[in-house]
């Protein structure tokens, strides 16, 4: 049982490259969220997904897109990448009871020159 | 909009001193409160949750609390260790919504 796995660890991009981060869980929940977390500051939520096939926006949407074509992933792609999107990007998990947590994955260090 | 505030951002502390983080809310139709722990470079750690039909929780030397009431949560740390140094998020699930508000997060410097 990995939990919450991310792909990759690491990455420099150049403005204007496009890249996607892959998250996997192996808990079979429904709702996986991606967020990202800057210097100082807490999460914010970018994308959500409540079950396969679909997704929703979150706070910080723009330059992102999403996909969760199955279950246990959940794509975040960057289409043109922007230095403002250099960031820690932090996927999670949940399933839906209201007493259990959100499980997280271990984050990808992204930067953008 | 929901928001959530932790004060201080940061806290240092000599070991052995119990302490306590704050954190604040603006909606009181919250359904969990949750604590995290974070260090440097990693992922996030759940402590405890605390749903919103319960008062408080604890793990160990540590015990949160929820007042919904005045939108107020504890985190409790007793005998605090150079082994607690890192960040503590807050974050709530509100509204019967599906995602988590975090705080800013307060950052813990235990000296020896």
Same mark, same amino acid.
């Given at each position: 049982n990995a939990g919450v796995t991310?792909?990759?660890?690491?990455?420099?991009?150049?403005?204007?490259?496009? /890249?996607? $981060?892959?998250?996997?869980?192996d808990?079979?929940? @429904?709702?996986?969220?991606?967020?990202?977390?800057? *210097?100082? /500051?807490? $999460?914010?939520?970018?994308?959500?997904?409540?079950? @396969?096939?679909?997704?929703?926006?979150?706070?910080? *949407?723009?330059?992102?897109?999403?996909?969760?074509l199955k279950k246990q992933n959940f794509l975040l792609g960057?289409?043109?990448?922007? *230095?403002?999107?250099?960031?820690?990007?932090?996927?999670?998990s949940w399933g839906t009871e209201y007493q259990e947590t959100q499980y997280f994955g271990p984050g990808t260090r992204l930067l953008v020159l | 909009?929901?928001?959530?505030?932790?004060?201080?951002?940061?806290?240092?502390?000599?070991?052995?001193?119990n302490l306590v983080l704050n954190c604040s809310f603006t909606d009181s139709a919250i359904y969990n409160l949750q604590w995290?722990?974070?260090?440097?470079g990693k992922g996030l750690t759940s402590l405890l949750l605390i749903q919103s039909s319960q008062r408080e929780q604890t793990s160990g030397r540590l015990n949160a609390s929820l007042?919904?009431?005045?939108?107020?949560?504890?985190?409790?740390?007793?005998?605090?260790?150079?082994?607690?140094?890192a960040t503590y998020?807050?974050?709530?699930?509100?509204?019967?919504?599906?995602?988590?508000?975090f705080g800013g997060g307060t950052r813990l410097m235990v000296k020896p």
């Open positions: 991310q792909t990759p660890k690491f990455r420099v991009l150049k403005t204007g490259q496009s /890249m996607t $981060l892959l998250c996997a869980q808990m079979n929940h @429904e709702y996986m969220y991606w967020y990202r977390q800057d *210097p100082g /500051m807490g $999460l914010r939520l970018i994308h959500y997904s409540v079950g @396969e096939g679909t997704t929703a926006k979150g706070e910080v *949407p723009d330059g992102y897109n999403v996909s969760r960057l289409e043109s990448a922007a *230095p403002s999107q250099t960031s820690v990007y932090f996927c999670a | 909009k929901q928001e959530v505030t932790q004060i201080p951002a940061a806290l240092s502390v000599p070991e052995g001193e995290f722990r974070q260090d440097p007042d919904k009431s005045s939108g107020r949560s504890t985190l409790y740390i007793a005998a605090s260790q150079p082994g607690d140094s998020l807050c974050a709530g699930i509100f509204n019967a919504g599906n995602m988590l508000t």
